[in-house]
């Protein structure tokens, strides 16, 4: 609970603008799913986020707590390890990897290539695999709701082990410092049990941000991460 209110304290004091930042499980992204940003060239970025009382892998209940680093080996290329604790079960290490090929043009999304857990031993039991298209939707959303729209954008995906099948995220640039975001996800054997997350994500200084999110609406989850260089 104390945890929470820094979080919210922090989100009412802090302005800064939020760019590409490290999803909870390490690769540049939403909530559990990835997106087409990546590290920028040459920096790195670093995080840990907590799961809180989530049925991992069919097991009971537990709190998961997931530390993360990643690197922009080029302009379009990200790579970087994850380090899944499951309390009293041990940790396991993941090797993430990430390439956005084409760029977003006026008509055409990002498309991009990544894996998840390369060698299947830390968040499934197989290398998870993924193609994704992202777009920005600001325009339709506009024609939509026939009123200005805040900066939308949307992503949708498919992959193999953690995603198994099809995903989706939507992230809402609600102002500068604050993005609102929403996916849904298969999970695969590491939640075994599709999912719809919702989360927060606030931009307290340049890199510097705070994640707050509920996984299914059924766990809290929150992090923090900074993406820079030296």
């Known amino acids: 609970m104390r945890v929470i209110w820094v979080i919210a304290i922090l989100m009412i004091a802090g302005v ?14 939403v909530i559990l ?40 080996l080029t302009p379009s ?68 709701a026939k009123t200005p729209s805040k900066p939308l954008r949307g992503t949708i995906g498919v992959g193999s082990g953690f995603f198994d099948g099809i995903f989706a995220s939507l992230d809402w640039t609600y102002n500068p410092q604050l993005s609102v975001m929403a996916e849904i996800v298969n999970g695969g054997d590491f939640f075994d049990n599709t999912m719809v997350n919702a989360g927060l994500r606030y931009s307290i200084s340049s890199g510097l941000r705070l994640d707050l999110a509920t996984i299914d609406f059924d766990s809290i989850a929150f992090g923090i991460s900074y993406t820079g260089g030296f």
């Open 16 to 29: 800064s603008v939020i760019q590409a930042a490290p999803s909870y499980l390490g690769p540049s992204g």
């Open 33 to 72: 799913t990835p997106d087409e940003k990546t590290v920028p060239h040459k920096q790195f970025g670093i995080g840990y986020h907590m799961i809180s009382n989530i049925d991992f892998r069919g097991d009971d209940n537990r709190d998961l707590n997931i530390f993360h680093n990643e690197y922009g």
């Open 77 to 144: 290329i990200e790579i970087g390890p994850t380090i899944v604790d499951q309390q009293d079960n041990g940790s396991d290490l993941a090797i993430n990897g990430k390439w956005r090929f084409m760029d977003e043009t006026a008509k055409i999304p990002a498309i991009a290539v990544g894996v998840l857990d390369a060698s299947g031993n830390a968040i499934d039991d197989n290398a998870s695999f993924y193609l994704l298209f992202s777009k920005n939707l600001t325009r339709t959303a506009t024609e939509v």
